[in-house]
């Protein structure tokens, strides 16, 4: 039995229990920013958290590594940094490891060795490596005690531990890294003992989920998910979230749109008045990953290189909000907190329910389906609507 | 030879009440109640009585109480009443001691030790009179996952035949011939009404209702009775049955009296003659025959219908279940050991078999744990009363619910056992044209649509009550339970914690 499971979950709840503020940003032209506009960002959503949990993942990061896996791992003593480093040297060429950098703050707690490592894999075909990358991970985390793997991408990185966001974005000194995509969590966890592994966000190779709200449906979630192979160590709903969007588009190869279909399915009611063979589509769907519809409030934004996704439950009984100015596009659980960061905000939007807004870098685009409806616009910024 | 059996049931007629107007004598298929004329008075035979209560029901001035006898004889704990009366009837007859419906022995009832969750504070009920909240349910095989092509936006993947039920509750396999023909249309009307199946049990499908051809299960037994490909093909799914609840391991028999014209028509037997289902089904003495059959069957309906396999709940029932999916069964249908029949020996109804909770739960498991629990949906049956009970089977991991038992009680049954007698004074469990007659379809049929109406109103309101607002949602979901006084093992086998932790 891993150790770490005593920490994340004391008393051996069927899931960790916790709400929350989220917020993510993205320069749909890759133009690259400081972590400092974040910070001050999920701050101001303070009371959506409780101290006891905040996280950053940040996107364009190490870009003189970007060929390698950027492995982040927390350690909670010095023998498990020892047995994990011989287990990575076993099965990667470890091309660089150093501390990551950070500095002493009054007001994070408890924190634990962090370290990240470079490396790729030993001898695997490149068409394996992804895989090869989970299935370590999945080993330390499950097998090896007090190591935990909290970021495995390339030029990704995932920073989170215990304590008000903007602390943990001090104790890792952010402002020193430049990403185009940022996305930031504040947790409020009902249960009293933190672990930094429990914060958010949640990632599995360049994946990262940050998440508010509380999955009913997470038995039969998890079921699915350690039927094919993951196996939810962290009894979080945001595990869950993030497992199920590695399996649908990494393994599955299956669009954005059709995920979100999956995890916020459109009623019966909807789908018998659509198209033919789009409700054949949907219906097929709902069928084949019933096990994957995410029922409860939910708000998430997912991420991954070239792509910021904001999507909540089909009922919307957890807050999301969308904002633009030029080529920036804004997810908050509130509003205010874009126009903090950004006074001169084009306009912001309300997202249906269900209904995935999409940054996409390639085409350097917001997608969503239905027009938004405004709900906020700077009187001195309309004319860059049109 | 003198009977040593005390009656089971006291009659109590208020002399007071009672107006002579006979309707106890006429309604009683037992002979209990006789008028004499010279005396202007009704006397009961009470060892003829079986406590139906259809006299005290029908008694216009409420002079009828009838109630279990008190016996004097002197208690004891080993030879209980039951034990007493077997034993002498089976000293006066020399024979096999038959009963009818499920087992009434107190073996634990473990929905009655789960408590469901409710939503507080961190993740808001829903009120299902105000949000939607989806029941709908796909039986069949589902595959692994949809192979997309997002260039031309093709599906590849080919879907097995699925079939939409509006509420995870279904009639199960009552046969044409073990209950009447007015019993057997009503539970086909229901069923479409309700959105949900009927299961045709073993004793074939009379032409005129094949009408309602898309809300039946057509079942393929050991007898194979009424089996032909148009029969197989005039329904939605067709189900192979390995054995039932009440009496694992043995076959039926129904009796040549009951096979009436109708019933020899529909069975194709000739009329009068005794309707023998063998034990096993004679073609399929192991997995790889199983496998056969469902692949013949597949190839009869031309791979439209799902295949599944109905089996008792066993000991072992969770690796038969493996079995079966991977022989290519694309329902699994467990039947627990309270599961009902028109005719069983009582000592295997009483001793054979496990209880449904359990088998569920560690089915549900072993598919899990092999990874292939997507490629067969599960059906579960045995002594289910409520909705309380379903909600709970869905969240321990099943599909959808088979009712028989509790749609004979929505009909008017009382259950009284006598099912195997051929009499039945409510006119469900019967042939007799007298007593049949009773049953008027459409009121049986508005019963029915009724309870699922009912049940389904209640799950909502549960669903809705721990935040969820599909039902798929809740299906294995066993976060949602808790056991109450029960033992580690079975919280084990259950695969849920006790209340409070």
Same mark, same amino acid.
């Given at each position: ?237 945001? %595990? =869950? ?14 669009? @954005? !749109?059709? $995920? +979100? ?103 350097? %685009? =917001? ?14 910024? @309309? !004319?860059? $609507? +049109? | ?501």
């Amino acid at each position: 039995m891993k150790n770490l499971s005593q920490i994340s979950n004391p008393y051996n709840e069927d899931k960790v229990i916790s709400a929350c503020g989220l917020f993510g940003m993205m320069s749909l032209e890759g133009r690259k920013c400081s972590g400092k506009d974040i910070i001050r960002a999920i701050a101001n959503m303070r009371v959506r958290g409780n101290g006891l949990g905040g996280g950053f993942a940040a996107y364009g990061i190490y870009p003189d590594h970007a060929d390698y896996y950027a492995m982040h791992l927390m350690f909670s003593n010095k023998s498990g940094k020892e047995q994990t480093e011989s287990f990575l040297k076993d099965n990667f060429n470890i091309v660089k490891d150093e501390e990551i950098p950070h500095q002493y703050n009054p007001n994070v707690f408890d924190p634990p060795i962090v370290w990240r490592y470079f490396v790729e894999p030993k001898n695997v075909p490149e068409q394996y490596a992804d895989d090869y990358v989970v299935e370590k991970v999945m080993f330390i985390n499950t097998k090896i005690d007090d190591s935990f793997v909290f970021s495995s991408g390339k030029d990704m990185g995932v920073f989170k531990g215990v304590g008000h966001p903007e602390y943990i974005g001090e104790y890792f000194i952010l402002e020193d890294y430049n990403a185009y995509i940022w996305t930031a969590h504040s947790r409020f966890p009902t249960n009293t003992q933190a672990w930094w592994g429990g914060a958010h966000p949640f990632s599995i190779l360049d994946w990262t989920v940050v998440h508010n709200g509380e999955v009913s449906s997470y038995g039969t979630n998890r079921n699915f998910l350690e039927m094919r192979g993951y196996f939810c160590t962290m009894h979080t709903d945001t %595990e =869950v979230m993030a497992y199920a969007v590695d399996l649908l588009i990494r393994k599955h190869k299956l669009p @954005i !749109d059709m $995920v +979100a279909k999956i995890m916020a399915a459109p009623l019966w009611t909807e789908i018998e008045q659509m198209p033919e063979d789009e409700r054949q589509l949907d219906i097929m769907l709902r069928q084949i990953y019933s096990g994957l519809l995410i029922n409860g409030p939910f708000t998430i934004v997912v991420a991954h290189q070239g792509e910021m996704i904001g999507l909540g439950d089909r009922v919307r009984l957890r807050p999301l909000v969308a904002g633009i100015k030029d080529d920036m596009l804004y997810l908050s659980s509130e509003e205010a907190p874009m126009k903090l960061i950004c006074p001169k905000l084009e306009y912001t939007w309300i997202p249906k329910g269900g209904e995935p807004i999409i940054g996409r870098l390639a085409t350097k %685009e =917001v997608i969503y389906k239905n027009e938004p409806v405004i709900v906020g616009v700077e009187e001195n910024a @309309i !004319d860059s $609507v +049109a | 030879m003198l009977s040593t059996l005390l009656p089971e049931f006291k009659i109590e007629r208020d002399d007071s009440r009672c107006i002579r107007c006979q309707v106890c004598v006429r309604q009683c298929g037992f002979d209990t109640h006789k008028y004499d004329e010279d005396d202007d008075a009704v006397y009961a035979a009470e060892e003829k009585c079986v406590g139906c209560q259809r006299c005290a029901v029908m008694c216009p001035t409420n002079a009828l109480t009838i109630k279990p006898h008190d016996y004097g004889y002197r208690p004891n704990a080993n030879w209980s009443k039951d034990h007493f009366r077997e034993l002498s009837r089976q000293a006066e007859s020399g024979g096999v001691v038959l009963t009818g419906s499920g087992n009434d022995k107190p073996y634990r009832i473990y929905w009655d030790h789960i408590v469901l969750n409710a939503s507080q504070v961190t993740n808001p009920s829903i009120d299902p009179l105000r949000e939607p909240m989806e029941l709908k349910t796909y039986l069949g095989r589902k595959p692994d996952k949809i192979e997309y092509d997002p260039e031309t936006k093709q599906i590849k993947t080919e879907m097995p035949p699925q079939v939409m039920i509006e509420v995870p509750v279904i009639f199960s396999a009552l046969s044409y011939g073990a209950i009447s023909y007015n019993a057997w249309k009503s539970l086909l009307q229901a069923a479409k009404q309700a959105g949900t199946l009927c299961n045709t049990g073993e004793g074939g499908w009379p032409m005129e209702l094949r009408e309602y051809s898309n809300r039946v299960i057509a079942q393929c037994a050991s007898g194979r009775f009424g089996v032909d490909v148009e029969y197989l093909n005039s329904a939605s799914i067709v189900e192979i049955k390995i054995g039932q609840g009440a009496k694992p391991g043995i076959g039926g028999h129904l009796p040549g009296e009951k096979v009436s014209s109708d019933v020899s028509l529909t069975r194709m037997i000739p009329e009068g003659t005794d309707a023998l289902s063998p034990a096993p089904q004679h073609d399929i003495y192991s997995i790889e025959d199983l496998s056969m059959l469902i692949y013949a069957l597949k190839e009869a309906t031309n791979y439209e219908k799902p295949i599944s396999v109905k089996i008792a709940a066993v000991h072992n029932a969770a690796a038969i279940a493996s079995g079966m999916v991977r022989a290519g069964a694309d329902i699994i249908a467990l039947d627990g050991i309270r599961g009902g029949t028109g005719a069983a020996p009582k000592i295997i109804r009483d001793n054979v078999g496990i209880p449904i909770e359990l088998a569920l739960a560690s089915v549900d498991k072993r598919l899990r744990d092999e990874g292939i629990r997507n490629q067969a949906s599960l059906l579960v049956a045995g002594g289910f009363r409520n909705s309380g009970d379903v909600i709970k089977a869905i969240a321990l991991g099943a599909d959808a619910v088979y009712i028989g038992t509790a749609a004979l009680v929505a009909m008017g049954c009382t259950i009284c056992q006598k099912c195997y007698t051929g009499i039945c004074n409510w006119g469900i469990c019967t042939q007799d044209p007298y007593l049949s007659k009773r049953l008027n379809p459409e009121i049986a049929t508005r019963r029915l649509v009724n309870m699922v109406k009912g049940w389904s109103l209640e799950i909502k309101e549960m669903l809705g009550g721990m935040g969820i607002n599909a039902i798929e949602s809740l299906r294995g979901n066993r976060h949602h339970l808790r056991g109450v006084g029960l033992e580690q093992w079975e919280l084990d086998v259950l695969g849920i914690k006790g209340a409070g932790m």
